[in-house]
T-cell receptor
Framework: KAGVTQTPRYLIKTRGQQVTLSCSPI?????VSWYQQTPGQGLQFLFE???????NKGNFPGRFSGRQFSNSRSEMNVSTLELGDSALYLC?????????????????????FGPGTRLTVL | AQSVTQPDIHITVSEGASLELRCNYS??????LFWYVQSPGQGLQLLLK??????LVQGIKGFEAEFKRSQSSFNLRKPSVHWSDAAEYFC???????????????FGTGTRLTIIP
């Protein structure tokens, strides 16, 4: 199975511009999450989409938005770019696993990450 | 809200030596715990996970981790490191919400591992 793919891998923009990043999840995965990684703030959750609906959202300004299509591919958009938006943007697709511990069944989602898009804002 | 602390920003070990990376979490219920590794310029690769059952979990590349509820810890270990293990390691906690699945992952700040010959 192909892994999570993200395009483009590298991007250079100037302040005030907008940008759209794309993520194609692993086939069969319906959930896509986005994270921002910076040296100062580390890895921070942006949002999660499941079946074309935003299911969870992190603490980012409204300039950051996303969407998911019927084929589970997702895009995130950042408008009015600021210097501080320079970061590695990671996408993760997830699948629900069910395990058994004794007689107890548990489910959890395992997230598979793409290689990221490196965004530089000048 | 959940949080993760990785107290060691940078660790240097000799090739062949043992390794332990520390991770402490804060969460009111049983968390789902993960260790990821990131090589320069790459995304995150899952090393291992804990969601229930045996508190000692085995992962890929010879790594293991032990969940200790009393200490709120999930330390990563490897008996003998290889030069290829040099990377950044992230501990993460996920929260399960019924009907919604996994909530967001909250990551620690990472530990950079350097291997010396």
């Amino acid at each position: 199975k192909a892994g999570v793919t993200q395009t483009p891998r590298y991007l250079i923009k100037t302040r005030g511009q907008q940008v759209t990043l794309s993520c194609s999840p692993i086939s069969g995965h319906r959930s896509v999450s986005w994270y921002q990684q910076t040296p100062g703030q580390g890895l921070q959750f942006l949002f999660e989409y499941f079946s074309e609906t935003q299911r969870n959202k992190g603490n980012f300004p409204g300039r950051f938005s996303g969407r998911q299509f019927s084929n589970s591919r997702s895009e995130m958009n950042v408008s009015t770019l600021e210097l501080g938006d320079s970061a590695l943007y990671l996408c993760a697709s997830s699948f629900t696993f069910t395990g058994t511990s004794g007689t107890k069944k548990s489910s959890y989602n395992e997230q598979f990450f793409g290689p990221g898009t490196r965004l530089t804002v000048l | 809200a959940q949080s993760v602390t990785q107290p060691d920003i940078h660790i240097t070990v000799s090739e062949g030596a043992s390794l332990e990376l520390r991770c402490n979490y804060s969460y009111g219920a049983t968390p789902y715990l993960f260790w990821y590794v990131q090589s320069p310029g790459q995304g995150l690769q899952l090393l291992l996970k804990y969601f229930s059952g045996d508190t000692l979990v085995q992962g890929i590349k010879g790594f293991e981790a032990e969940f200790k509820r009393s200490q709120s810890s999930f330390n990563l270990r490897k008996p003998s490191v290889h030069w290829s293990d040099a990377a950044e390691y992230f501990c993460a906690v996920g929260v399960w919400r019924s009907n919604f699945g996994n909530e967001k992952l909250t990551f620690g700040t990472g530990t950079r591992l350097t291997i010396i010959p």
